[in-house]
């Protein structure tokens, strides 16, 4: 089965860093990618197949922060 990944970012010791820090999956040594599929689920893979059109990566920048503390209120 083969599907669309909506977005796929690359795997760096940053990106690595910051998936560690939201609990993401445990991500395999191997991986180069994190493939976001159409369907919701992720999968990690070594290399991109390019089928003839390519897909020019978006360089995005966002803002984390750490050790925030919240206050979370029972309902």
Known sequence: MRMKAKATVLLNEKSREFFKLINFHE????AKYVCFLEDGDACFIEEIEHSGAFNFPHLTTF?????????????
């Open 63 to 75: 803002f984390y922060y750490e050790d925030v503390e919240v206050d979370l209120t029972e309902e």
């Open 27 to 30: 991500i395999p040594e191997e």
